[in-house]
């Protein structure tokens, strides 16, 4: 069955304290490996798509780099504004369309 | 930029009631989605659609039907809502069928069961 587990559940930063987020997936055939952020209350928001293994995208302070069976999510210099959940999720080549997601990290940075 | 929009943000409905939850993008995607989201659990997948008046269970169907009747409208519907129905439900939408299908989602729908 495919699986895909993030560490850590949570995490607490200072702010400028930079760390990673890890998706690790066990499936047959990544087709596609998406991570999205979420804020309390709010629908997730789609942030990077990796589609193969040392794939590397950057958006901000925020840099996703992919291997064969992890993803990281690092956060460079954070501040307060980047709290939130983080999601991954993955789509399997040849079989469902339907991405498989992670249960997220929740992110707190403090001033 | 692709919108999806849900019909309430917070609802509040009697146990026993029907619900109706609706969602709508604006994008012309082919499919979409309806999760629940609950504390410990993740997003669960309950129906998703890829094609008008096309529906596939998800995860946890058990209670709830969908309708898609246009391509840019799919809802959610509690026929008889139960305590344990209280969750957020996330509605999201992707292009196609095929294909690297990242989604977009709505805001949510926080419902509580009473």
């Known amino acids: 069955e495919d699986q895909v587990t993030q560490s850590p559940e949570a995490l607490r930063l200072q702010e400028g304290e930079s760390s990673s987020l890890n998706c690790s997936y066990t499936?047959?055939?990544?087709?596609?490996l998406f991570w999205y952020r979420q804020d309390p209350g709010k629908g997730p928001e789609f942030l990077f798509t990796?589609?193969?293994a040392g794939e590397e995208k950057e958006k901000e302070r925020l840099k996703a780099t992919l291997t064969k069976k992890e993803s990281f999510l690092h956060i460079t210099a954070p501040k307060p504004e980047d709290s939130a959940t983080y999601l991954c999720?993955?789509?399997?080549?040849?079989?469902?369309?339907?991405?498989?997601f992670g249960r997220g990290t929740s992110l707190i940075v403090h001033p | 930029d692709v919108k999806v929009t849900q019909s309430s943000r917070y609802l509040v409905k009697r146990t026993g009631e029907k619900v109706f939850l609706e969602c709508v993008q604006d994008?012309?995607?082919?499919?979409m989605f309806w999760y629940r989201q609950d504390p410990g659990l993740g997003l669960r997948l309950i129906y998703f659609?890829?094609?008008?008046?096309?529906?596939e269970k998800g995860d946890i169907p058990e209670g709830y039907s969908v309708s898609r009747e246009k391509k840019e409208r799919f809802s959610l519907i509690l026929e008889s809502a139960s305590t344990n129905q209280t969750s957020m439900y996330l509605c999201?939408?992707?292009?196609?069928?095929?294909?690297?299908?990242?989604?977009?989602f709505g805001p949510g729908t926080r419902l509580t069961v009473l």
């Open positions: 999201a939408s992707s292009p196609r069928r095929g294909g690297y299908n990242e989604q977009f």
């Open positions: 499936v047959s055939g990544l087709r596609g």
């Open positions: 990796l589609y193969s």
């Open positions: 999720a993955v789509q399997v080549s040849g079989g469902s369309y339907i991405p498989t």
């Open positions: 994008m012309d995607h082919e499919n």
């Open positions: 659609s890829y094609d008008v008046k096309m529906k």
